[in-house]
């Protein structure tokens, strides 16, 4: 990671050996939050309970690139009343508590959607539905009172010519179902910012009309609107929104917060050097978008890496959307883009995806070995080194450039010398092929070393 030197601590560098110690007291990482804290905005990413059980992923989640997290699925209607006035909150529970754990804020998602809807809503009497609605945001937003920043009361309301979306809600109540369902989450919870959240709405066009001319009656209506969401899930294929800036602006100007809730960049697969550059462009311009909009608040990704993102499910032979790899290794084209857009500078050797070494093929009874680093995050990363030949009894050796040391390995036993690194097999892992794994520290630069095998 970069250091970042503030102005007061430069300021008396020039002054000599003591400032020297002043300076590196000071100094912080610059990470993708910080960067958005000192424009007044977060960055953060999406996540969802199983994920939460993988540790290289919580590194990075909780590791300080992400001041907030958005419940991807844990506070949705099915999830949270799966049958009438039976309601379950462990999912967003612990989606809680990860982010206060790591200081992060949580954006509550969301209260009223067409889409993962159990199946009772939908079957009740439209004579129902308003009570049944407005019972379920008492309770949901109740229960979430203090631990959520904003709600995404009304999620996806808009068709793609700007008219009402039909759903079991706009059926019951016509469209007044956006002004009593967040008058209900107001009276929940007076102080959590009550936004609208939709997709495609992004550039300027008739969906966001739609939704532009709903906000100002709402305002001028008297009912409780703090904000509207941006989703933006873009694709690289299909162009970059109209007049993004301008279109956050006008909402701004209409007295709301505004948000880019869900972002990710996605392509057809497979990725190559062309696409990611054009995707970062993408991520620069949004969060470029954002920084020029005063109300703009901050950015979530829609999870930060490609091994989470609903994409590939959804949308066949496309993703490679989100700015860290299947690996959960940064990518440095999309990363650098968001980081350079908060202002910050790009980070000269960010890991790659095709990051390792390999020797040549071993003659009968040698061996050879393959380094990779497979996760990296703040200050620290994962790597893996496969053992193969025909050589029982291996040694692998390599040398670090960087300073960094081995604090964990698995499969092997390790002797570290300043940057000498010697690894011997277990006794199980003795005979090639072999893999060992192993966590270590990094600061500033993370090359990858030349592996030998004896
Ligand atoms: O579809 C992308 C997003 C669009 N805007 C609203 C968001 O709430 C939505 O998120 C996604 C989640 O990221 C997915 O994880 O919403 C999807 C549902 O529409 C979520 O996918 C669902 C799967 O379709 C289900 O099969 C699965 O049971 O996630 C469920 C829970 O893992």
Partial sequence: MKKLIIGAAALILSAGAFTLINTQAEAAVQTLQSLAAAKGKYFGSATDNPELSDTAYTAILGGGEFGQTTPG??????????????????????????????????????????NQLPGWVSALPATQLQAAMENHIANVATHFKGKVFAWDVVNEPFNE????????FNNAMGSDYIAIALRAARAADPTAKLYINDYNTD?????????????????????????????????????????????????ADLGVDVAITELDVRMVLPRDSTKDATQATYYSNVVKACVAVTRCVGITIWDYTDKYSWIPSVFSGQGAALPWDDSLVKKPTAYNAIAVALGGTAESASPTPSRSTSSSPPPAGACAATYKITGSWPGGFQGEVSVTGSKPGWTVKWA???????????????????????VTPASWNNTPPATFGFLASWNGTNAVPTVTCA
Avoid at 95 to 104: D, E, K, L, P
Avoid at 161 to 168: I, K, L
Avoid at 400 to 422: D, E, H, M, R, Y
């Fill in 73 to 114: 699925n844990a506070m949705k209607w099915d999830s949270t009343e799966p049958s009438q006035n039976s309601f379950s909150y462990t999912k967003g529970d612990a989606v809680v508590s990860f982010a206060q754990a790591h200081n992060m804020t949580v954006r509550g998602h969301t209260l009223l959607w067409h």
């Fill in 203 to 251: 550039g300027q066009g008739a969906k966001a009309d739609g939704m532009y001319n709903l906000v100002k009656s709402l305002k001028a209506a008297g009912v409780p609107i703090d904000g509207v969401g941006f989703q933006g899930h873009l694709a690289i294929q299909y162009g970059f929104p109209t007049n993004m800036q301008a279109n956050l602006q006008r909402f």
């Fill in 400 to 422: 670090f450039a960087n300073g960094q040391t081995i604090s964990q390995l698995w499969g092997g036993t390790v002797s570290q010398s300043g940057a000498n690194v010697t």
């Fill in 161 to 168: 010519d700007g008219t009402f979306r039909t759903s079991p």
